[in-house]
């Protein structure tokens, strides 16, 4: 029998597009909940002033909803 799935089992970097809340500020990449053991460093980024921001390590963009 295999253990149950955690919240750690994301894959990081996955997607290439992101949609984030003003829940998920401030913002890092890899997000929470994704696989830390396969990912770059953490990384924050500042996407309140425009909507958007772009990870320097992966490329992956993320976008602020609402």
Known sequence: MSAPASRNDRPANAQNRYEVSRADLPLACPMPGMALWNSHP?????????????????????????
């Open 42 to 66: 953490k990384v924050y980024l500042p996407i309140e002033a425009t909507g958007t921001a772009d990870c320097p390590y992966c490329g992956a963009t993320y976008v602020l909803k609402g």
